[in-house]
């Protein structure tokens, strides 16, 4: 399979779990693209990712809150194409 092919088949939902649940870098290298690929394939998307210092946060022991999953503004998404 093409690398970028697992990244975009991944539908909007498993693309934010993933992101919520792995690090970039961790997730990057499980769909075999670079982190910059799954940003960019986020902010088409309009998927959030977390703040800065969300993972380290995790690691100490604190739950931060995750923002819910906004609605996917198709006409938004193609002006930025």
Not at 34 to 42: G, N, T
Not at 43 to 60: D, M, Q, S, T
Request: net charge positive; charged share 30%.
């Amino acid at each position: 399979m093409n690398s970028p092919d697992k990244l975009h088949k991944l539908s909007r939902e498993e693309l934010y779990q993933k992101v919520w649940l792995t690090s970039g870098v961790k997730l990057s290298k499980e769909l075999e693209v670079s982190d910059v690929a799954v940003f960019k394939r986020c902010r088409r998307l309009n998927v959030p990712r977390p703040p800065r210092g969300y993972w380290a946060k995790i690691e100490a022991g604190h739950q931060p809150k995750r923002p819910p999953l906004p609605p996917f503004l198709e006409a938004a998404a193609s002006e930025k194409m």
